[in-house]
């Protein structure tokens, strides 16, 4: 039996929100040109009764699912295909993409995007400029406890699931959000933390976009803002590859 509960909140109602795009184009992965009015409504997460092991073997199951590994990646997916996940999923040493970005080194993405979108590579580069920003430099994840680290200083705190929210849009992709909450609240980290990063049942994660705050159903209306981070052990090239190749 999983020991996870997915919390239910009510529906919010943001039909002036402006949605940027957010499954997809966050890390470079793909343009998916969502920089228009966006309505949006949250379903949650059901109740859970079966296991999450990562090896999520569900047999004929587990192999129809990854067929369409593609269609979750953009954003397409039934709701009994989410499944709760653990901090375990986010483990490791992590570094935020935005110190490539202001050096230059992630010009060849915005060039590459720009070949086949609807902006320059300057305005590829301003747009993500936006939604890589932060201050928190690295991000380290050893079981349940977290570690910001901002300009070199370190703060931690450990944190409990508290569900996931299924984020649904007007133009009919959908996206999931992990959330957890902080058991104690320490200087310096937010109270909850939430997890995007295009998977939507448990698996290794190989980067992740983070939003944090102490009010969690702020944090479902942030669509602009969505610090990046890849493993710390890449370097800028390696980066680069990664982004290019989605």
Do not use: C
Not at 131 to 145: H, K, S
Not at 178 to 201: C, K, L, T
């Amino acid at each position: 039996m999983s020991r996870f509960t997915s919390r239910a909140l009510g529906a919010l109602t943001a039909g002036s929100l402006m949605m940027v795009g957010l499954q997809g184009a966050l890390a470079g992965d793909h343009d998916h040109s969502h920089e228009h009015g966006h309505d949006h409504a949250h379903s949650h997460g059901h109740e859970h009764s079966h296991d999450h092991a990562h090896s999520h073997d569900h047999g004929n199951d587990h192999a129809h699912a990854h067929a369409h590994d593609s269609d979750i990646y953009r954003g397409h997916f039934d709701d009994d295909q989410v499944e709760d996940r653990t901090l375990g999923d986010w483990e490791g040493d992590w570094q935020s993409v935005y110190s490539y970005l202001q050096d230059g080194t992630l010009a060849p993405v915005f060039e590459h995007k720009a070949e086949s979108g609807d902006k320059s590579a300057e305005e590829y580069a301003e747009y993500y400029e936006t939604g890589y920003a932060t201050d928190v430099e690295r991000i380290v994840i050893d079981g349940d406890t977290v570690t910001f680290y901002e300009d070199g200083e370190a703060h931690s705190a450990d944190y409990a699931y508290d569900g996931y929210e299924i984020l649904e849009y007007a133009a009919g992709n959908r996206g999931v959000r992990f959330v957890f909450e902080a058991e104690e609240v320490d200087a310096g980290m937010p109270r909850y933390i939430q997890f995007s990063d295009h998977d939507i049942y448990p698996s290794d994660a190989h980067h992740f976009h983070l939003y944090w705050g102490d009010d969690r159903e702020a944090l479902l209306e942030e669509v602009t803002h969505w610090p990046t981070y890849y493993p710390s052990e890449l370097d800028g090239d390696a980066i680069v590859s990664e982004m290019l190749a989605h």
